[in-house]
């Protein structure tokens, strides 16, 4: 198993431009959830998913969307970057009622 | 929504002594308590956890104990060793909030030779 993968590792982009966070599990796990992390401030809660066609948000969900087709795929878009998400985003997934979050390797972002 | 609090941000310690972060929740129907080390430029990964019908757990140099009636659970390791240095973080859910996990703010240890 690959576990929790995401891409791409690093990404600079311009304020204003767009572009999707990829993130895949071959776990079969039913949750999966993204976080941003930022100095001083842990992991905060971006989207969660519990389930293919069913998604909500967190505590940041502001600038960003996803979507959950397939229970392997969890993509992350930023309509229209800011510098204030410069960040590292972490993808995670979970099997329902087992409680143990699988984290991804991360994607840095830099929004210039 | 549930606010978890840690304490202290920074830790630094002597090789082979203890090192102990707390962590304060506010949902007290909170059940699930598992502790993350970040290695630098890594992904957070599990290294303990545990669920509010246990008061202790332990694992090898790890323990953590859970006080409910306070409202904290604290992460303990003993003899510390170098590759001890990360960040730790405290997390949280409720079982009103059944998926979500509430995160510390992340204690970075430094375990001196």
């Known amino acids: 198993n690959a576990g929790v993968t995401q891409t791409p590792k690093f990404q600079v982009l311009k304020t204003g431009q767009s572009m999707t966070l990829q993130c895949a599990q071959d776990?079969?796990?039913?949750?999966m959830s993204w976080y941003r992390q930022d100095p001083g401030m842990g992991l905060r809660l971006i989207h969660y998913?519990?389930?293919?066609?069913?998604?909500d948000q967190g505590e940041v969900p502001n600038g960003y969307n996803v979507s959950r087709s397939t229970t392997e795929d969890f993509p992350l878009r930023l309509l229209s970057a800011a510098p204030s998400q410069t960040s590292v985003y972490f993808c995670a997934s979970e099997q329902a009622g087992v409680d143990t979050q699988y984290f991804g390797p991360g994607t840095r972002l830099t929004v210039l | 929504g549930e606010n978890v609090e840690q304490h202290p941000s920074t830790l630094s310690v002597q090789e082979g002594d203890s090192a102990v972060i707390k962590c304060t929740y506010s949902d007290s129907a909170s059940n699930y308590f598992p502790w993350y080390k970040q290695e630098l430029g890594k992904r957070p990964q599990l290294i303990i956890d545990?669920?509010?019908?246990?008061g202790e757990k332990k694992d090898q140099r790890i323990a953590v104990t859970l006080n409910k009636t306070a409202k904290h659970f604290s992460l303990h390791i003993t003899e510390t060793q170098p590759e001890d240095s990360a960040v730790y973080f405290c997390a949280a859910r409720s079982v009103l909030n059944d998926y979500k996990l509430s995160f510390g703010a992340g204690t970075t240890v430094t375990v001196r030779a």
């Open positions: 545990i669920r509010s019908n246990v």
């Open positions: 776990m079969n796990h039913e949750y």
């Open positions: 998913s519990v389930g293919a066609g069913i998604t």
